[in-house]
């Protein structure tokens, strides 16, 4: 056979019996840039392009995701966009209606600077009357506040992230004090009858130089307090919006919105312009614009057919976007018009009016939430910020159909001076109107990972849902369906779609309700089938399960697993929730990784006395300097230089597992661990990218890895070489490292600096790696053409749409790309004639690695079940939303 191709033949189980239903977005939040400062206004410098900040999302299940960019600072486009790099779990049961962001010390930061998680400060409600502030590196809500005016229908931070305005039931708005990091009650807006239902800022004021030079021209003072709050608007649920002034809490103006039979119209959503003009939507679908010194309507628009929910500003202010119940996103924008003549009315519009451009349906259900990155700031004409023309703005929208969808929108005038570049790498068009939206896949666990895993030795699948857990058990068919994943040329056959019989197909066999305090974060089962445990933010559960004679699964808790944990986290918060778990392959050990203080806890589960004994903890991802001076970026460094920091790392051993202070700890996040098949070594890798290896046979720690720009999201041991690890990062990017030589192999340098375009521009990040073990064999191959001491490490990759196989010590090669079928003709003879002038008999001797299939989607896990048996579970989009409540319909031309 051909270098390159073995032949190989899996049986392929296509399970679609996992009833995972993700949760629907209730509310998107990009942070904010600081406020310029008036005194270095005279000296603007060029327009900059910001790097593009973190995308914050709300679910209806309480959950809240926090996605980053992965692209790198230098690059402009990014096919992955934003993934999610950490999950703060919400509390059972739970609801996030309104996200606000804000900069914790806006005064540390200059106006081009884009703050980041670790700058921001994060707060939620829920239709409660508490807001919940959330800290963002330990996962959990650091405080709350009671709004003392009932339920809380919306949440707005002025522009200077100095106040934050809570729309509360009793018709008023509380103005609370976020300075110098504090959240406490400052004062109570004149109250109203009515409930209070959005909310905006209007445009700060800058001080005048006389108050500005009160200090006697001292240079450190706050550029904050060159801005003051004038006023704020609030959308009310009697048909009215109000204008409230700050300085004496009163009512200044009264807009009154169109009524239908008597009924009280809502008013959802407003914004505010630069220069004053409010903007609203109301549930009539109505979108309008009024003149903030007279409190006079200036435009009116039947954009949409039902509830205007949401709203968002462009970046310069110019285009609105709106969006709804009736699933469309409308486009407004700004034209500039004839100025009026003399002798006209005072009250008429000078330079521009609205116009309704186009509209696009880019969901199937109800838009709760719109959000723009760069992100809009009311500031007044004279201090409007400028973005580059030749970078297309990110429109990110979600609802009810549960999925993010961020689409390019560009000015059509823009497009007229330069080419602009779409971010998303989805199109050349960069236009709302003509670009190409991207849905970004969900995945069915936290931290972007799956929520999905199997036990190989006892056939059976865990998956997870928001406070449970349900096992079924893949039973063996009598003549498995063969198909060959070298070519990938998988057909899915009917064994796996049938109802569950003996002969083949699935069976439940467990099905559990947990009591929690918070959705549930991560789980796992040991191979053998004998071990689950399951963990929320704040407690983890251990089961011993016992085969019953009808083959169904009957748990049994260890009750005294949360004082085993407790004595050993004893300093840190009283938590023994998990973030991660993972049992050694023979399912003597269970490893915890603790959630809030970041332990790695190793757990001898071999007592026949059913008691878990802890062997060791390990403090190395509580460090602070883990990272010092270890960022690579591309990895340039030699194999030497990397055995040598590995080493040096080490050395500090002793150090980290001693008593310290625990206001020197680093707080993180460990998010994957993974084990070798021979049990030997463990890595497990945190959010702040660092990633540390452990020897399990002696119970020490090994060594860290350089730390990586992006996040890794798939970590896996090849068993054929248990000390080679694979990861795989957010920008689909892939390392090797041999954990027993601590050095990067050189045969994996060819594939890590010379990855297909194809590979890493996949618009879907990878989320796991998963290794054959009839395929990844160092026997030799009679017909193998390779030295028999050098190992076929064959690995497949895999997203939430694609499954990419690719030998990691062979030639790149991406043939299995093409998204259509090489038919026969000149392509198959152009090919042919290539072989043959370069001395090649046969079509095979070219490389051939690389090769994707894409007829699965979406996955929620890929993972092999036993040697030349893959399990692929799904979970098809039309089959979620199948559940879901009937969208919006209006018929347009008949009346039935």
């Not at 406020?35 to 999302?57: D, H, Y």
């Not at 309480?62 to 779990?89: D, F, M, N, R």
């Not at 463990?682 to 720009?709: G, K, M, W």
């Not at 028999?788 to 062979?810: E, H, M, N, Y």
Request: charged fraction near 20%; glycine fraction near 8%.
């Amino acid at each position: 056979m051909a270098e390159g191709t073995s032949g190989t033949t899996v049986s392929v189980h296509r399970c679609r019996f996992v009833d995972y239903t993700p949760s629907a977005i209730t509310a998107l939040a990009f942070p904010p840039l600081p406020l310029p400062s008036i005194k270095g206004k005279e000296n603007a410098a060029t327009p900059q392009r910001p790097p593009f900040g973190n995308l914050v999302v709300g679910r209806a299940n309480g959950s809240i995701e926090l996605c980053e960019w992965t692209g790198s600072p230098e690059q402009h486009q990014s096919a992955q966009a934003w993934v999610v790099k950490k999950t703060l779990s919400g509390p059972y049961p739970s609801k996030v209606d309104s996200l606000a962001l804000t900069i914790r010390y806006p005064d540390d930061l200059s106006e081009d600077q884009v703050p980041t998680l670790q700058a921001l400060r994060l707060f939620s409600a829920g239709g409660g009357s508490d807001l919940a502030e959330w800290d963002i590196q330990s996962g959990c809500i650091r405080r709350t506040v009671a709004s003392q005016g009932g339920s809380i229908w919306s949440v707005s931070p002025n522009p200077s992230s100095t106040l934050l305005a809570l729309g509360c039931e009793d018709g008023s708005i509380r103005i609370l004090s976020l300075e110098n990091d504090s959240l406490i009650h400052l004062r109570r807006l004149d109250r109203v009858k009515c409930r209070i239902l959005s909310l905006a800022w209007g445009p700060p004021v800058p001080r005048s130089s006389s108050q500005i030079n009160t200090n006697d021209g001292d240079s450190s003072d706050d550029d904050g307090d060159d801005w003051s709050d004038s006023w704020i608007v609030a959308g009310c649920s009697d048909s009215c919006l109000r204008k409230w002034d700050m300085t004496s809490g009163r009512v200044l103006e009264r807009m009154g919105t169109d009524k239908l039979k008597g009924e009280k119209t809502l008013v959802w959503t407003v914004g505010v312009l630069g220069d004053g003009t409010i903007i609203s939507g109301d549930s009539l679908g109505m979108v309008k614009f009024w003149d903030p010194r007279t409190g006079t309507q200036l435009q009116s628009f039947q954009g949409h057919g039902a509830d205007v929910l949401c709203l968002t500003i462009s970046p310069e202010g110019t285009v609105i976007y709106t969006s709804g119940v009736d699933q469309k996103v409308v486009q407004y924008s700004a034209i500039k018009t004839s100025p009026p003549k003399e002798g006209s009315s005072l009250l008429s519009r000078p330079t521009s009016r609205w116009v309704q451009l186009t509209s696009r349906r880019l969901h199937s259900h109800d838009v709760r939430a719109l959000a723009m990155w760069p992100p809009y700031s009311p500031l007044p004409p004279s201090h409007r910020r400028v973005f580059p023309s030749n970078i297309s703005p990110i429109l990110a929208s979600g609802g009810l159909d549960m999925s993010i969808v961020l689409t390019p929108a560009s000015l059509p005038t823009s497009t007229m001076k330069s080419k602009i570049i779409n971010p998303l790498n989805t199109s050349t068009a960069t236009t709302f109107e003509d670009s190409y939206h991207r849905r970004v896949a969900y995945s069915s666990g936290t931290f972007g990972r799956s929520g999905v895993c199997i036990a190989k030795s006892a056939r059976l699948v865990l998956a997870m849902r928001e406070t449970g857990i349900s096992i079924w058990r893949i039973l063996k068919a009598k003549a498995p369906v063969s198909q060959n994943v070298d070519g990938m040329d998988i057909d899915d056959g009917p064994a796996e779609k049938v109802e569950p019989t003996k002969e083949g197909g699935f069976e439940r066999v467990l099905d559990m309700e947990l009591n929690v305090h918070s959705n549930i974060v991560t789980g796992a089962i040991s191979s053998n089938g004998r071990w689950v445990a399951v963990s929320d933010w704040y407690e983890t559960k251990l089961f011993k399960l016992e085969t019953l004679n009808n083959g169904d699964l009957k748990p049994k808790r260890i009750r005294n697993l949360t004082s085993v944990l407790q004595s050993q986290i004893q300093n840190s918060p009283p938590s023994t929730g998990a973030s991660g778990f993972t049992f050694t392959p023979d399912s003597t050990k269970l490893i915890v990784a603790t959630a809030i203080s970041a332990h790695i806890l190793i757990l001898d589960l071999s007592s026949e006395a059913d008691t878990p004994r802890v062997l060791r903890k390990f403090d190395q991802h509580r460090t602070q300097n883990a990272t010092v001076g270890r960022v690579t970026k591309g990895r340039k460094q030699t194999s030497e230089d990397v055995e040598m920091e590995a080493g040096s790392e080490q050395d500090g051993e002793s150090g980290s597992e001693s008593e310290e202070d625990e206001a020197e700890r680093k707080t993180c996040t460990v998010t994957r661990m993974a084990t070798s098949s021979d049990g030997q070594w463990l890595a497990t890798t945190d959010d702040q990218s660092r990633t540390h290896i452990f020897n399990l046979d002696a119970i020490q720690y090994e060594c860290v890895l350089p730390s990586f720009p992006h996040p890794v999201h798939a970590l896996a041991f090849d068993p054929s070489d248990p000390s080679i690890l694979v990861l795989g990062l957010a920008n689909n990017t892939i390392q090797v490292y041999d954990v027993e030589s601590r050095q990067f192999p050189p045969w994996s340098y060819n594939l890590t600096h010379s990855l297909p375009q194809r590979f890493t521009q996949l618009h879907d990040s990878l989320i796991g790696v998963t290794f054959d073990s009839s395929t990844s064999s160092t026997t030799p191959n009679p017909q193998d053409p390779k030295p028999p001491s050098v190992s076929r490490r064959v690995a497949l990759f895999w997203g939430s749409t694609w499954i990419c196989k690719v030998q990691l010590d062979a030639e790149v090669g991406y043939s299995g790309f093409d998204k259509k079928r090489r038919r026969d003709g000149k392509k198959k003879f152009f090919h042919k004639e290539q072989n043959k002038k370069k001395g090649s008999s046969k079509e095979g001797d070219q490389p051939q690695n690389f090769k994707m299939i894409t007829q699965y989607r979406p996955m929620l896990l890929v993972d092999f079940l036993a040697p030349g048996e893959l399990v692929v579970v799904e979970r098809p989009l039309v089959d979620v939303l199948a559940k879901l409540p009937p969208a919006f319909f209006k018929p347009k031309y008949g009346a039935t």
